[in-house]
């Protein structure tokens, strides 16, 4: 039988705000455990939650992004558990009434465009953190993480293959990063991502029983553990046995999922609305008042890339990805006004160097000005385009200006005809043999002759006049 996967995918996004979602407790990231706390995130008796007014900006400005439909009024209800990183006993999030619903994603897979629904997006608070030290039967409680604002964004079950999730994580993160409300790293924690993974006979309607898969804290990460789901949901079925609903998690050294606990339901939480806060009331005004205050979006850039600068759309679908590359990208163009040559060098040395040294475009140790003056020295003729790529490299490990490292090298490339031709004719007497080939007829030899002159110049030569010269020369 042949089994297609259907996946739906839960992130987790962190909302940047500088305070906490129910109190005034500071939501920076790294200090001493336990000093950016209150009686409000602590859950002391007795304290009330105000809602943070920034956290709702935030988030209506990603259930517009992401065309869903804002509730008018929305509740926040309370998801009791217990557990040593939840002082209060139980999480403020929403249920019943979400404060966004239906909207829509478009992803691209294989080149091919299609849309995930977004089934809903709703607030909540973050837990604590628990680490357990390897070497005592010891585990600590760091509550500054408490109260941090989450956003929930819950997908339908329309994803159809690993590939696809990704393409999908990937959008969501671009789609956060420029509206600037979460930094998106799944390494770090701050964008995290459950999957719930189901196969069922190909062309069935019906859904199967699904797990929920956790701790995918990386890109390649999520899409392994989905094709590992995938393929052990099949071979249990092959097998006569049925899918059991719970959650797994995967384990990145032995590359498997294994799993963790049953799946709870919803009714194991006694969910209900939460007495301590006000039903949250939205009106068109505040939403009108977002949207117009929207960012130019992912794929909204893309094709203005594609528009504006004829750029192909594999290029404009690389270069906005990411909004800091993006913004690079044009930065480079305000000195250098040549996209596809900018977006050549970007996509090819620059993405080089930066995957080997893994770092972000931010912190680009070639700066977009610096980038600009580098290829208007190629297109002024002061240096040949190979020559470009060895300024490019000493760029990146001194960080020098790139006319500085062209004079200091004395890499400048060389038009001076009478000296090209000086060097074209001492190549060819000392190849005679070549030379009568060429003549009678071995006229690919012209490739050889080329490269002689380049080595003898170190690179230098500009290489039309050194291909004209030849010409003549040979066709003496
Ligand atoms: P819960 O809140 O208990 O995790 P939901 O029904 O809200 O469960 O669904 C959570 C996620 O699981 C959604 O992204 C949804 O698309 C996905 N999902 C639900 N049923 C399936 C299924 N049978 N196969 C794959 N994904 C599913
Ligand atoms: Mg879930
Ligand atoms: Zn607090």
């Given at each position: 039988?042949?089994?297609?996967?259907?996946?739906?995918?839960?992130?987790?996004?962190?909302?940047?705000?500088?305070?906490?979602?129910?109190?005034?407790?500071?939501?920076?990231?790294?200090?001493?455990?336990?000093?950016?706390?209150?009686?409000?995130?602590?859950?002391?008796?007795?304290?009330?939650?105000?809602?943070?007014?920034?956290?709702?900006?935030?988030?209506?400005?990603?259930?517009?992004?992401?065309?869903?439909?804002?509730?008018?009024?929305?509740?926040?209800?309370?998801?009791?558990?217990?557990?040593?990183?939840?002082?209060?006993?139980?999480?403020?999030?929403?249920?019943?009434?979400?404060?966004?619903?239906?909207?829509?994603?478009?992803?691209?897979?294989?080149?091919?465009?299609?849309?995930?629904?977004?089934?809903?997006?709703?607030m909540e608070e973050d837990a604590g953190k628990l680490s357990h030290?390897?070497?005592?039967?010891?585990?600590?409680?760091?509550?500054?993480?408490?109260?941090?604002?989450?956003?929930?964004?819950?997908?339908?079950?329309?994803?159809?293959?690993?590939?696809?999730?990704?393409?999908?994580?990937?959008?969501?993160?671009?789609?956060?990063?420029?509206?600037?409300?979460?930094?998106?790293?799944?390494?770090?924690?701050?964008?995290?991502?459950?999957?719930?993974?189901?196969?069922?006979?190909?062309?069935?309607?019906?859904?199967?029983?699904?797990?929920?898969?956790?701790?995918?804290?990386?890109?390649?990460?999520?899409?392994?553990?989905?094709?590992?789901?995938?393929?052990?949901?099949?071979?249990?079925?092959?097998?006569?046995?049925?899918?059991?609903?719970?959650?797994?998690?995967?384990?990145?050294?032995?590359?498997?999922?294994?799993?963790?606990?049953?799946?709870?339901?919803?009714?194991?939480?006694?969910?209900?609305?939460?007495?301590?806060?006000?039903?949250?009331?939205?009106?068109?005004?505040?939403?009108?008042?977002?949207?117009?205050?929207?960012?130019?979006?992912?794929?909204?850039?893309?094709?203005?890339?594609?528009?504006?600068?004829?750029?192909?759309?594999?290029?404009?679908?690389?270069?906005?990805?990411?909004?800091?590359?993006?913004?690079?990208?044009?930065?480079?163009?305000?000195?250098?006004?040549?996209?596809?040559?900018?977006?050549?060098?970007?996509?090819?040395?620059?993405?080089?160097?930066?995957?080997?040294?893994?770092?972000?475009?931010?912190?680009?140790?070639?700066?977009?000005?610096?980038?600009?003056?580098?290829?208007?020295?190629?297109?002024?003729?002061?240096?040949?385009?190979?020559?470009?790529?060895?300024?490019?490299?000493?760029?990146?490990?001194?960080?020098?200006?790139?006319?500085?490292?062209?004079?200091?090298?004395?890499?400048?490339?060389?038009?001076?005809?009478?000296?090209?031709?000086?060097?074209?004719?001492d190549v060819l007497e000392r190849n005679p043999e070549e030379v009568?080939?060429?003549?009678?007829?071995?006229?690919?030899?012209?490739?050889?002759?080329?490269?002689?002159?380049?080595?003898?110049?170190?690179?230098?030569?500009?290489?039309?006049?050194?291909?004209?010269?030849?010409?003549?020369?040979?066709?003496?």
């Amino acid at each position: 039988m042949e089994f297609e996967p259907v996946i739906g995918l839960e992130v987790h996004a962190q909302l940047k705000t500088h305070t906490k979602i129910f109190c005034g407790c500071s939501t920076r990231f790294g200090a001493e455990p336990n000093t950016q706390t209150c009686p409000v995130c602590l859950g002391l008796p007795g304290v009330l939650p105000v809602l943070n007014r920034t956290v709702v900006d935030f988030t209506l400005c990603m259930a517009l992004a992401t065309g869903c439909t804002v509730a008018p009024e929305s509740r926040f209800a309370r998801k009791n558990y217990f557990y040593p990183d939840l002082p209060k006993g139980y999480q403020i999030s929403q249920y019943e009434l979400p404060v966004a619903e239906n909207g829509r994603i478009d992803i691209e897979v294989d080149g091919q465009s299609q849309g995930v629904r977004i089934r809903r997006i709703h607030m909540e608070e973050d837990a604590g953190k628990l680490s357990h030290d390897p070497h005592r039967p010891v585990s600590r409680v760091d509550l500054n993480r408490t109260g941090v604002p989450l956003i929930e964004i819950v997908s339908e079950p329309d994803i159809e293959s690993p590939a696809a999730a990704g393409a999908y994580l990937r959008k969501l993160r671009a789609i956060v990063r420029y509206l600037d409300i979460c930094d998106g790293n799944l390494e770090e924690g701050s964008f995290r991502c459950d999957a719930n993974v189901s196969i069922r006979p190909k062309g069935s309607i019906e859904l199967g029983t699904r797990t929920e898969l956790k701790n995918l804290n990386s890109f390649r990460f999520v899409e392994k553990a989905i094709e590992y789901e995938i393929s052990r949901q099949k071979d249990v079925l092959m097998d006569g046995g049925t899918i059991v609903q719970e959650t797994r998690l995967w384990d990145s050294s032995r590359n498997q999922t294994f799993s963790m606990r049953g799946k709870e339901e919803a009714h194991d939480y006694r969910y209900f609305p939460d007495p301590d806060l006000l039903p949250l009331v939205i009106d068109a005004e505040w939403i009108e008042r977002l949207r117009q205050a929207l960012p130019e979006l992912p794929d909204a850039r893309r094709t203005r890339f594609v528009e504006q600068y004829g750029l192909p759309a594999y290029d404009a679908g690389v270069l906005t990805a990411d909004r800091d590359l993006a913004d690079y990208f044009e930065s480079c163009l305000a000195g250098f006004p040549q996209p596809k040559p900018v977006s050549n060098w970007i996509m090819g040395p620059l993405l080089g160097l930066l995957n080997v040294q893994g770092i972000a475009i931010d912190r680009s140790p070639v700066a977009a000005s610096a980038l600009a003056g580098l290829l208007k020295l190629v297109d002024g003729g002061s240096i040949s385009a190979k020559i470009a790529k060895t300024v490019f490299d000493e760029m990146a490990a001194s960080g020098k200006p790139p006319a500085a490292i062209v004079a200091e090298k004395g890499l400048s490339q060389i038009n001076d005809t009478g000296a090209i031709e000086a060097v074209v004719q001492d190549v060819l007497e000392r190849n005679p043999e070549e030379v009568a080939a060429y003549r009678g007829g071995k006229t690919k030899l012209m490739g050889f002759f080329v490269g002689e002159v380049m080595k003898a110049t170190r690179g230098q030569a500009n290489p039309k006049t050194v291909n004209e010269l030849l010409r003549q020369k040979l066709n003496q």
